[in-house]
């Protein structure tokens, strides 16, 4: 497998202030995808009982 490593190191090619940028744009998409997978969760809690028992499992009791 050949490496294209002037492909990988691409993003140094910016300058620093266009880096930061793209380094926060990777952040926010992280948070988003967070947010997403929590959303799920809560989906998959449509009855009272249900969410009781997630809460309980992650509080430990």
Not at 31 to 58: F, V
């Amino acid at each position: 497998m050949e490496t294209r490593l002037d492909l990988l190191l691409t993003y140094y090619k910016y300058p620093e202030p266009v880096r930061k940028v793209i380094r926060s744009t990777n952040m926010i998409e992280r948070l988003n995808k967070e947010i997403r997978r929590r959303i799920k969760i809560i989906e998959s809690l449509l009855c009272e009982e249900s969410a009781r028992k997630y809460t309980d499992d992650h509080r430990g009791k």
